[in-house]
């Protein structure tokens, strides 16, 4: 068994502001262990990005308040200085967003922006040529030409800039990357490079992914773990066995498997989730699901689930007689 | 969701009160509207209250300088701010010199926006060689100091009211005309225009429903911050006598004429000089609010 | 198939003029929709497939070629008939953020079609209209007075459904009506569109990048490549037997919700899409094909019907 690389104990977010209080993650607990894909799957507003902000200690704030533990190689991230904390974010974590065209600075030249995230995490007193040597190795590494360390993210289209960001990411060797939605902005071809290309960069580098996503297909093509959060709860969690081949799940993963229209059978209709997600000012009591959920029981209404174990496997359903919290 | 149907219930009101209700959330928007009401009250009300020719006018060599006091409120011989050299009322001076002041704001402000906003919205739609002329004659207007173009006008057409009035309004077109048109160059190419121009709406319908109430609030917000500018920019020229002249009441010829006397009676400098950083601030105060109100995603 | 089709493109072309060249956005394309039916044409960005939307609707100028709605050429119509004819055509957008004006309620949205063509008169007349399409495309009667920034994607996207339905329209183009939407969202507003198809006999024209909902929505499929229709058959026909390597290479990259196939086993196209500007003679998808032969460029390649219902522009069809 690897060692456990990061840890999150009952994470909450919640976000004040003068109009409202919006709870974004209620309670979740997930460990990452070295070398291993852990994919983050929900709706919008699931709370999946307040998560990954939270791990680098990105969140706003004047307005955010996570409480919980969050242990990076067992060390509580909150409680960390201020130059642990550089030191961890870009240097031992590394994060991509979703959006390309807006993660990089258009004025300066994808080599040099390359070349900064190197200088900033400079713990070998590289020489200049040296970091020149590792940006024209790390753009090869993501398939971009070197020659074109000298062109500006404007000469790139977007598969080429997610690969460029993708490169930054890496320059450091980081033990952890978290991907927030990493291809949702390119189209089918390219995510498929891109994907491709992140699957065999993890193995070869022998990193850890927290890939965040919406799209149950990246989470099959990708992931080794899978947790799937609804209104800021993961409601099950299990290794992709566990949840694309396995007998029980929560009626919400049900639900969404169902929503995706099958590309090799032929459906009359689709299974739809009646309903939207809760208003998180304002989210329901038991479960967060019981009003779309199809199979909803007096208990749901009242109490919060406890959680099923079976192995790895893990559903916060009161179908299954959760024991403890 | 449930949040969504009490908002939903509440709104059985027109827009005009929604955008009331939403103005009267900021304490310091309130604040302006109080302040500007006073003077526009005083303002309408100026005749009544004091006589322009016997007060505001007219000589009185008996009563120079009196200092501003409360004794004999409610009589002939009131003079709460004081008198000036020549015995006049400060205080029916002021509120004469509101009229101009505030009518100076607000026509001058409308003029601009209407003939600026025209010139904008023809530009963004027609574009091309229009876009290029109206555009490049707004960049050499801009590229003078208002105040430098403001005096040549009156320099060349002659110190008075109206000519004031054109001065200050040719000076700030070139704000609206671009204001304008970049909003409706943006409106033009949002996804909602294409959408009624797929119903089929024409040109004119579009213009009239939806780019014009979209493009409103950003000029709304312009004119109540450029009026507060005018009254300053009209009570600057007033005081270095390119604007009212005297004996006529106005703000800022009234803070020239104070000037000698700014060490001896310095109520005669200050009590002008108040009531314009006040008009002017009562007026931006409202502009920030009802940029606030305006915008319907903070509609709450 | 004896019957007219309900739209027909004749050779249509649509060239962008920009600094570097005339810009394909749509070169040469020929289809037919039937009645009551679903046509999907699928494409990545840049291909066409909005432009050619649009151009069928008259929203944007097309540079050459027909389009045939009941056999009439609807391009050459003048103004007036044109407006008549839009009531018979619609158009849901892709962004029910922006597509919707910020300033009107839902009620007012959904009324400005029916005002602007003058379907119907009368205030209560119009109400009870708008009523009425609410409850169709399932929105709360107390939404009617909600503005779109106080409602979520999927809700708004009905609106935009019922903008489309208000004036009985027989055609309507789906522009990427789902793509911004949730995947539990997404399934509801697929349902409603095709339960309406079914009760009112509406005509689609679907048009998305995600290949599991198009084939899900409709019976016909286009699939485009920078501006030219390089497949087109049935739906199920495309998926069991695809024939034009880019129809290939689109299928392998969706990344399936299932096990059995990891991306890293799967055979990814390489390159991006080249530019639209100036295309030279022949396969525009020569130079990303696996199965390039010399042949393929220099002279440009016909859609062949390689068997009923089923066509190609392929070179290794082209011949025999």
Redesign the interface.
């Known amino acids: 068994m690897p060692n456990e690389l990061l840890k999150i104990e009952n994470l909450e977010i919640v976000y004040k502001t003068d109009m409202e209080t919006v709870h974004a993650v209620n309670g979740i607990d997930l460990s990452i262990h070295e070398q291993e894909t852990l994919g983050l799957v929900g709706e919008t507003g699931a709370g999946k990005t307040s998560t990954a902000l939270a791990i680098l200690r990105l969140l706003p704030d004047r307005t955010a308040k996570a409480t919980g533990r969050i242990l990076f190689q067992g060390e509580d991230i909150a409680a960390m200085s201020d130059e642990a904390l550089r030191e961890l974010r870009g240097g031992k974590i590394s994060m991509i967003f979703q959006d390309p065209m807006t993660s990089l600075n258009p004025v300066i030249s994808v080599g040099h922006q390359i070349a900064e995230a190197l200088a900033l995490h400079n713990t070998q007193n590289k020489t200049k040529e040296e970091i020149e040597a590792r940006v024209e190795e790390i753009l090869e590494l993501v398939g971009i030409p070197a020659n074109r360390k000298n062109d500006y993210p404007h000469q790139f289209s977007g598969g080429m800039k997610q690969r460029v960001v993708i490169a930054i990411a890496l320059s450091c060797n980081p033990q952890l990357l978290i991907a927030d939605e990493p291809t949702t902005a390119l189209d089918v071809t390219i995510q498929a490079q891109v994907l491709a290309m992140m699957n065999e960069l993890k193995e070869r580098l022998k990193t850890s992914l927290l890939m965040i996503t919406h799209d149950m297909g990246i989470i099959a093509q990708t992931c080794e773990k899978v947790g799937v959060m609804y209104a800021g709860e993961i409601i099950e969690y299990g290794s992709v066995e566990d949840l694309f081949e396995g007998k029980q799940h929560h009626p919400y993963t049900i639900g969404l498997f169902q929503s995706i229209p099958d590309i090799e059978h032929k459906k009359e209709r689709l299974e739809q989730i009646d309903g939207l997600m809760p208003d998180p000012t304002n989210l329901p009591k038991g479960c967060k699901f019981h009003p779309r959920c199809k199979q909803c029981m007096p208990i749901c209404r009242e109490e919060a689930p406890g959680v099923y174990v079976e192995g790895e496997h893990r559903i916060k359903c009161h179908l299954f007689g959760g024991t403890s919290r | 969701?449930?949040?969504?149907?009490k908002?939903?219930?509440l709104?059985?009101k027109s827009r005009s009160q929604m955008i009331w209700r939403q103005f009267r959330k900021s304490r310091t928007a309130i604040l302006g509207l109080c302040i500007l009401t006073v003077f526009v009250l005083f303002a309408v009300f100026a005749d009544v209250i004091e006589d322009f020719d016997t007060r505001a006018i007219a000589t009185n060599q008996q009563a120079r300088f009196e200092a501003p006091s409360l004794k004999n409120l409610f009589t002939e011989n009131a003079h709460i701010f004081g008198t000036d050299e020549y015995g006049r009322d400060v205080f029916a001076r002021i509120i004469h010199g509101a009229r101009v002041s505030l009518s100076i704001g607000i026509l001058a402000t409308s003029c601009s926006a209407v003939i600026g906003g025209l010139l904008g919205a023809v530009a963004a739609f027609y574009g091309k060689k229009w876009d290029f002329i109206i555009m490049r004659c707004m960049d050499i207007i801009s590229s003078i100091p208002s105040i430098l173009l403001a005096m040549a006008v009156v320099a060349a057409l002659g110190a008075n009211l109206t000519n004031l009035l054109i001065a200050l309004s040719f000076s700030s077109i070139a704000t609206y005309a671009r204001l304008v048109r970049s909003s409706v160059v943006t409106l033009v190419g949002?996804?909602?225009i294409?959408?009624?121009?797929?119903?089929?709406?024409s040109s004119f319908?579009i213009i009239v429903?939806?780019i014009i109430?979209?493009s409103l609030s950003p000029i709304i917000c312009q004119m109540a911050f450029s009026s507060s500018g005018m009254i300053l920019t009209a009570a600057s020229m007033s005081y270095l006598g390119l604007g009212i002249q005297p004996p006529d009441p106005e703000w800022g010829s009234m803070l020239a004429s104070a000037k000698t006397y700014i060490w001896s009676y310095p109520y005669l400098i200050t009590i002008p000089g108040i009531c314009i950083v006040l008009a002017a601030l009562s007026i931006t105060l409202i502009g920030d609010g009802l940029r606030d109100a305006l915008d319907?995603?903070l509609?709450? | 198939m004896g019957q007219i089709p309900l739209i027909e493109t004749v050779h249509l072309k649509k060239y962008f003029s920009t600094p570097a060249g005339p810009l394909h956005a749509v070169d040469d394309i020929n289809l037919k929709i039937y009645t009551g039916k679903t046509l999907g044409v699928v494409g990545e960005s840049g291909c066409g497939k909005s432009t050619l939307g649009r151009v069928i609707l008259r929203l944007i100028d097309a540079t050459a070629g027909q389009v045939l709605f009941e056999g009439e050429d609807i391009l050459t119509l003048r103004p007036r008939q044109a407006k008549e004819l839009k009531k018979q055509m619609q158009i849901i957008f892709q962004d029910p953020y922006s597509s919707l004006d910020p300033r009107l309620s839902v009620s007012e949205l959904i009324a400005e079609p029916i005002l602007l063509t003058k379907t119907l008169h009368g205030k209560a007349e119009v109400n009870r209209r708008v009523a009425e399409l609410m409850d169709i495309v399932g929105l709360a009667e107390r939404l009617a007075v909600a503005y779109p920034h106080e409602l979520d994607g999927g809700r708004r996207q009905r609106i935009g459904v019922a903008r489309a339905l208000a004036v009985n329209p027989k055609f309507i183009v789906c522009d990427e009506p789902v793509s911004a939407l949730d995947v539990s969202i997404q399934a509801q507003i697929l349902n409603l569109l095709m339960d309406l198809q079914k009760n009112m006999g509406i005509t689609y024209m679907f048009i998305t990048h995600d290949l599991s909902v198009v084939k899900h929505i409709s019976h016909d499929i286009a699939v485009m490549y920078l501006g030219q229709n390089v497949e087109l058959c049935s739906s199920d026909e495309l998926f069991a037997n695809p024939l034009h390597p880019y129809t290939k290479a689109l299928l392998a990259s969706i990344p399936l919700p299932k096990l059995n196939r990891r991306m890293s086993q799967r055979e990814v196209i390489h390159g991006e899409l080249s530019s639209p500007i100036s295309p030279k003679p022949g396969c525009r998808f020569a130079v990303r094909c696996p199965e390039r032969r010399p042949e393929c460029t220099g002279e440009n390649i016909p859609l062949v019907e390689i068997k009923p219902g089923h066509f190609v522009s392929c070179i290794q069809y082209a011949k025999g």
């Open positions: 969701m449930n949040d969504t149907e908002k939903l219930a709104r059985k949002q996804e909602f294409e959408a009624a121009r797929a119903c089929g709406a319908k429903k939806h109430p979209n319907p995603k509609k709450d």
